[in-house]
């Protein structure tokens, strides 16, 4: 996801985590849980994280990518984006883990 400007993407992260739904893809719902679920959700939250990391909010950085690796299955290049931010934080044990 790219174009989101700082206050476009945190306005609509708010919207996602209030249980709006994503006007931007269509909306599946698995059968395992039959709950709704917006399959741009992980994206968001790396694009957020990008901005994070750009202002130089190391932290937030951080938690973004790891609420993107949550929301689904592993993304090799959001691990290593996360392990780059943790190398720039001097968390080398943790950048480590991330690229294993």
Known sequence: MTGLSDHDGRNTQKLALAGE?????????PQE?????????????????????RAGRLSGAVAGYRMALAARE??????????????????????????L
């Open 21 to 29: 739904l994503s006007v931007l893809e269509a909306v599946h719902t």
């Open 33 to 53: 849980t039959r709950t709704p679920r917006d399959g741009r959700h992980d994206r968001l939250h790396a694009a957020l994280a990008d901005i994070d990391a």
């Open 74 to 99: 592993d993304r090799v290049w959001m691990r290593l984006r996360l392990a780059w931010l943790y190398m720039r934080q001097r968390r080398f044990k943790s950048a480590a883990r991330e690229m």
